[in-house]
């Protein structure tokens, strides 16, 4: 029996099954000696193959290929991944400048984690309501950056609805994953996108300006005019995995496209006499915020920060 995982909470999956029903679902004990190094084998998205037991539940024994997936390290300790979902159209990231602060840093290794995968991104500014005028201003640069570099971006209101109407067009008949710090509004985000959903929501602690986690598991939620949502709980850090160091420039295209100018064909962008990007950095050609967050992901691999998973 072949269907769809569309929802994890943690020992249960839910799965959609082709000839229409909802099964719950465990991963069958063997299933987890494959080889898999990811602190969730099965992830919402995945086409699976089921077999049925006489408890009216069923057991995962077998993953259908995937066109693509969105990772990230499970922690700072381990070289385990941690699979978001799988087989997307798009990542859409909510972020926000304050209320909670939402990095570059964050915001760069989700997009090049997404250049990897080849994953279109769509950028979501949220609560655009809230902010004073520097940090509008600083809103509106982030929002030229990016859109300059060619990723699209879209500033909302989700408490609102400013903005909603435009992510319903751009969200329409896809499969995307929502994706964010705890706190930035993607629960609200739901629920104006889908009255019926009534998804929990809670602010963020004043004192510490971060975001309380509200959604404890990742679900998959279909949309009224065609497509699903990924609904997933909120990620503080965001480690890079799978990449190689030489490979990391690769995945910043505006730091690419400068690195055919460098005098090595290996160069790294650091310190090399001759290099194409260091010169378009100090030009400002390229930002130093995306210079720095490629300097970052290349300490990651310098480091070794992260130790091999027992």
């Given amino acids: 029996m072949h269907g769809l995982v569309v ?7 839910t799965v959609h099954t082709d000839d229409g029903r909802s099964v719950e679902c465990k991963v069958k004990g063997s299933f987890r000696l494959k080889g898999i190094r990811s602190t969730n084998p099965v992830v919402i998205g995945d086409r699976v193959q089921i077999e049925g037991n006489h408890e009216g539940t ?6 259908e290929e995937r066109r693509n997936y969105m990772i990230r390290r499970a922690s700072n300790l381990s070289k385990q991944s941690h699979i978001l979902a799988a087989n997307v159209d798009l990542a859409a990231l909510v972020i926000t400048i ?19 995968y080849r994953i279109p991104v769509q950028l979501v500014f949220n609560k ?4 004073d005028e520097d940090e509008l201003a600083y809103l509106d640069g982030l929002i030229r950056l990016y859109e300059t570099i060619g990723y699209p971006c879209l500033k909302t209101c989700a408490v609102s609805g400013t903005g909603i109407d435009e992510l319903k067009q751009i969200l329409t008949g896809k499969i995307t994953l929502l994706s964010g710090h705890s706190g930035v509004g993607k629960s609200t985000i739901i629920n104006q996108l889908l009255p019926d959903a009534n998804l929990r929501t809670a602010g963020i602690s004043e004192y510490h300006k971060k975001g309380m986690h509200t959604t404890t598991f990742s679900e998959m939620i279909p949309l009224p005019g065609g497509g699903y949502l990924i609904d997933t709980p909120g990620i503080k850090g965001f480690g890079t995995l799978e990449m190689e160091g030489a490979e990391v420039a690769h995945y910043f295209p505006e730091i690419f496209k400068f690195s055919a100018g460098c005098r090595f064909n290996n160069c790294t962008h650091r310190n090399e006499p001759g290099c194409a990007v260091v010169k378009a950095v100090e030009e400002h050609y390229i930002s130093e915020s995306r210079y720095k967050s490629y300097l970052n992901i290349l300490e990651d691999k310098d480091d070794n920060k992260y130790r091999e998973a027992y």
């Fill in 128 to 131: 655009a309501d809230r902010y």
């Fill in 98 to 116: 304050n209320y909670p602060v939402t990095t570059t840093v964050f915001i760069d290794r989700f997009l090049a984690t997404a250049e990897a």
């Fill in 58 to 63: 069923a057991f995962i024994t077998f993953i």
């Fill in 7 to 13: 929802k994890n909470t943690g020992s249960w999956y």
